[in-house]
C-alpha cells in the first residue's frame, strides 16, 4: 500500500451508537409514503405497516440508471426516486420520493421488507441513501451484494426491527447488535466503519484474519476454487489451502478483476482519495475496464433529460475512466474507432471470450459477472469499494457461501433454450421466497451437460436473477471444445485446465433441485419480476400485442443466440415470406464485435435486415434503459430475452421477458408467443406503421 497507509491509526466505531433521526418506512402506499416525506408524518412499527412494507426493492428503484450518472455526493439528492407504490385509491402504481426529500426529510433509518437491494450490484444505491444521512438499514431480508456494499461504506445493516423502533424512540443502540453473528471478517469491517479501514488494519497487522480450520473433505467446484486463491498471508504472497467449508470468511486472490464505465470513476474517485495522486494499482495487467453500459445513451436519453444536463454529466464518466486508465496502464475495452458507433464489447462477453479459464476466480463490477462461470470459473459481482479495494491489495473478501445444485434431467422440446430452463427456475419456491439469496447455485444434469458453453452462460449470468452469490457449469469436454475454437488454445493446455474442476462425490449441498427438461415449455416472465414466469401457452389466447421485440444484452448478445434469432427469421422468410410485424420495432444488439463479425460471416446480418430487424452494434442498451429498444410509454409493452424485467429497468412500459426463438416469433407475430418450428405463425392485424 501506498503513502503512509502502513503507519496511519485507523480507529474503531464505539461501542455504543448515537443514531439520532426520523424512520422512513418503505411502504406499498403512495399516501403514506408522501406523509413521511412532505407532512412529516412518523409512523409506529406495527404488524400492519410491516404487512404494507414494499418487499423486493431492487436497487434499479433505489437509484434508477440516469442518477449512476453521478459517482459523488450528489447521489444524497437521489435514494428510492424509483421506488414504486401503490395508490390505495384507484390501484394505480406511482413514484412518490421526489429529489431530496429523503435528505430534506431527515431520516437516519430506512426499512423495508423482503429481499432488499436485488438486482444490480450498483453501489451507488447505498452510497446515494448514505449521502442522505441514512446510516441504518432495516429488513426482513437483504440481499448479498446490497449488504456488502452498505458494510463496505459503512452503512448499518439488520433484520431486527426493534432497531427501528430504538431509534425513533431516541434510544442509543450497542454496535454488537449489527455484528453478532458475522464471521470475523465482517464483524470487523463494521467495527471499522468500512471495508477500506479494515484493509488499513490488516495490512499493519492489527485486524488478524483467522486460517481456515477445514480439513481435507470432499468440496464442490466452488469451494475447490476458493480453496485454491485463499491468500494465508498477504506479506509474502503464500496463496491456497487444502480445504474450506461454508461459513469461513477470508481474503482471496484475484486472477481478473474489472469494472465498466458505471462504476470505474466512482473507485477511482476513491482511490484517488485514500492513495493519494501517486496511488498505483497492484498488478494491472489483470485489471480490464470497460465502456460498454452508456455507448447508445443519446439515443434513449429524453430531451428533459438532456436539457438538464445529465447527458454531459454521464459522458464525464466516461472521459474519467479513460484518463485513470491510461495513468495506470489498465486495458480499456472503449467504443469502437471509426464510422461504427457501438463498444468494443459487452464486459461480460468478453470476458468469457477472451480471458476466463476454468478455476479462475474473477470479480466484476457487476451482478451477471457469473456469466464467465459457464466453463467453470468462479466469477461473481462485487461493488465499488471492492473493486477500488482490490486495486490495491489484488484480493477480495468473502464468506464461503452453501451451494445448492439444479439437477436438469431429461430432453428438453424443440424450441426449449436455457433462457426457459432459468424462468423455470426463478419461479421454483426455492428461489421466490429468498431462500437461494447469498447461495452458490451449481448447474448439472444431463441437460445442462448438452448445452453448448453460450446457452450455460444465459444460465450462470441469471444466477443474478436467483439472488444467489454466483453460478457455475462444471467443466468437461464441451468448455476444452471452446476454448479450443473459440480461442485457439493447444487442447493438452485446456484439458489442463479443465481438468478436477467439477465437485467432489460426497460434496455438500444445502439442497438439491431436480428438474425435468422434458416438462418445461417455452416460457415467459410477467412484467416486473424476472421471477413472474409463466408457460406462454397460457399467454397465447390473449394476443398480448407488442410495440417493440428487444433481442440481445450480455445474456442473449451471444453467437448461439444469433443463430436462435436467425433460424426463426430465415424460417419466417424463407417458407412464408413474413418480416417484422409492421406494428413492431425489433432491434437486436450482439454482445461483441467477434459476434458481429460471426453474423456477418454467416449472412445474418442481411437476413435481420430483410426481416425488418435493427441490427445495433455491441453494448447494454435497452436493458439499462440507455440505447434504443426501450419503451417510451407506460402502455407500451416490450418483449426481450434480456435477464431482468424490473420496473423502469428498459423504460416506463410493459416488459416480457423470453427466449431469444421466442422474442424472434413475437417480432413476427405482432403479440408474447412462442415459435412452434414448422406451424405458420398467424400475425395479428395492423393497428399502424412506424414512420421510418
Not at 412499527?45 to 440516469?66: F, G, H, K, V, W
Request: hydrophobic share 35%; charged share 25%.
Amino acid at each position: 500500500m501506498a503513502g503512509d497507509l502502513l503507519t496511519r491509526p485507523t480507529p474503531r466505531r464505539p461501542a455504543t451508537l448515537d443514531v439520532r433521526g426520523r424512520v422512513l418506512y418503505l411502504a406499498d402506499d403512495t399516501a403514506l409514503v408522501r406523509a413521511q416525506l412532505y407532512e412529516g408524518l412518523d409512523l409506529e412499527l406495527s404488524d400492519e405497516l410491516r404487512a404494507r412494507l414494499r418487499d423486493q426493492i431492487s436497487t434499479d428503484e433505489i437509484t434508477p440508471a440516469y442518477i449512476c450518472f453521478f459517482y459523488d455526493e450528489t447521489l444524497g439528492e437521489f435514494p428510492y426516486l424509483g421506488l414504486r407504490t401503490t395508490n390505495a385509491e384507484n390501484g394505480s402504481e406511482e413514484y412518490p420520493v421526489g429529489r431530496a426529500s429523503v435528505r430534506d426529510g431527515g431520516f437516519v433509518c430506512s426499512v423495508a421488507g423482503m429481499r432488499r437491494g436485488k438486482g444490480s450490484s450498483r453501489e451507488q444505491s447505498p452510497y446515494a441513501e448514505l449521502m442522505a444521512g441514512i446510516k441504518v438499514v432495516v429488513s426482513e431480508s437483504i440481499e448479498r451484494i446490497y449488504n456488502e456494499n452498505c458494510q463496505n461504506l459503512g452503512v448499518l445493516t439488520t433484520t431486527d426491527f426493534g432497531v427501528a423502533e430504538r431509534i425513533a424512540r431516541g434510544e442509543p443502540l450497542r454496535l454488537e447488535e449489527f455484528t453478532r453473528g458475522k464471521d470475523d471478517i465482517t464483524r470487523q469491517i463494521i467495527e471499522y466503519g468500512g471495508l477500506f479501514e479494515f484493509n488499513v488494519a490488516r495490512m499493519q497487522g492489527r485486524a488478524p484474519v483467522p486460517a481456515p480450520g477445514s480439513s481435507a473433505r470432499p468440496m464442490t467446484l466452488a469451494e475447490k476454487i476458493f480453496a485454491r486463491h485463499w491468500v494465508v498471508d498477504p506479506a509474502d504472497g503464500k496463496v491456497g489451502v487444502d480445504a474450506v467449508t461454508p461459513g469461513e470468511a477470508g481474503f482471496f486472490r484475484t486472477d481478473i478483476r474489472f469494472s465498466h464505465e458505471y462504476v470505474t470513476p466512482m473507485a477511482a474517485i476513491f482511490f484517488e482519495q485514500k492513495m493519494g495522486p501517486e496511488g498505483r494499482v497492484q498488478d494491472p495487467d489483470s485489471v480490464l475496464f470497460f465502456r460498454d453500459h452508456l455507448t447508445f445513451l443519446h439515443k434513449a436519453m429524453s430531451q428533459e433529460r438532456i436539457e438538464e444536463g445529465l447527458l454531459e454529466v454521464a459522458n464525464q464518466l466516461e472521459v474519467k475512466q479513460r484518463e485513470f486508465a491510461e495513468r495506470q496502464g489498465i486495458r480499456l475495452y472503449g467504443e469502437q474507432m471509426g464510422h461504427r458507433m457501438g463498444s468494443v464489447a459487452i464486459c461480460h462477453s468478453k470476458i468469457l471470450e477472451d480471458y476466463a479459464e476454468p478455476g479462475m476466480l474473477i470479480i466484476g463490477s457487476d451482478s451477471h459477472t457469473p456469466h464467465a462461470g459457464a466453463i467453470g470459473a468462479l466469477a461473481f459481482g462485487v461493488g465499488t469499494t471492492a473493486i477500488f479495494n482490490s486495486w490495491i491489495t489484488r484480493d477480495v473478501r468473502v464468506q464461503v457461501p452453501p451451494s445448492f445444485r439444479v439437477v436438469i434431467t431429461g430432453t428438453p422440446a424443440e424450441g426449449v433454450t436455457a433462457k426457459d430452463y432459468m424462468l423455470e427456475i426463478l419461479r421454483h419456491p426455492y428461489i421466490r421466497d429468498g431462500h437461494a439469496i447469498g447461495q452458490i447455485i451449481e448447474y448439472g444434469g444431463p441437460a445442462v451437460e448438452a448445452l453448448p458453453v453460450d446457452e450455460r452462460a444465459t444460465m450462470t449470468n441469471m444466477a443474478a436473477e436467483v439472488g444467489a452469490f454466483t453460478g457455475l457449469v462444471a467443466a468437461d469436454e464441451r468448455s476444452v471444445d471452446y476454448l479450443v475454437t473459440e480461442r485457439g488454445m493447444d487442447r493438452a493446455r485446456a484439458e489442463a485446465l479443465a481438468s478436477g474442476m467439477h465437485s467432489d462425490p460426497g460434496a455438500d449441498y444445502v439442497r438439491v433441485i431436480r428438474i425435468d427438461a422434458s416438462a418445461i415449455q417455452p416460457m415467459a416472465a410477467l412484467p416486473n419480476d424476472p421471477g413472474n414466469g409463466v408457460p406462454l401457452g397460457d399467454l397465447e389466447p390473449e394476443r398480448i400485442r407488442i410495440d417493440i421485440a428487444y433481442a440481445g444484452s450480455c445474456t442473449a448478445g451471444k453467437k448461439e443466440d444469433m443463430d436462435m434469432y436467425a433460424r426463426v427469421f430465415r424460417e419466417m422468410h424463407d417458407r412464408w415470406e413474413l418480416g417484422v410485424h409492421p406494428d413492431v420495432e425489433c432491434f437486436i444488439q450482439c454482445g461483441s464485435t467477434d459476434v458481429r463479425e460471426y453474423c456477418r460471416e454467416r449472412g445474418y446480418l442481411d437476413l435481420f435486415e430483410r426481416m425488418g430487424a435493427t441490427f445495433i452494434e455491441p453494448g447494454c442498451g435497452a436493458c439499462i434503459n440507455a440505447g434504443p429498444g426501450i419503451t417510451r410509454r407506460p402502455d407500451e409493452v416490450s418483449i426481450s430475452s434480456q435477464n431482468r424485467n424490473f420496473p423502469g429497468r428498459s423504460g416506463p412500459g410493459q416488459l416480457y421477458l423470453a427466449s431469444p426463438f421466442s422474442v424472434a416469433a413475437s417480432a413476427v407475430a405482432g403479440y408474447v408467443t412462442a415459435w412452434k418450428p414448422g406451424t405458420r405463425p398467424r400475425p395479428v392485424e395492423v393497428k399502424r406503421r412506424l414512420a421510418g
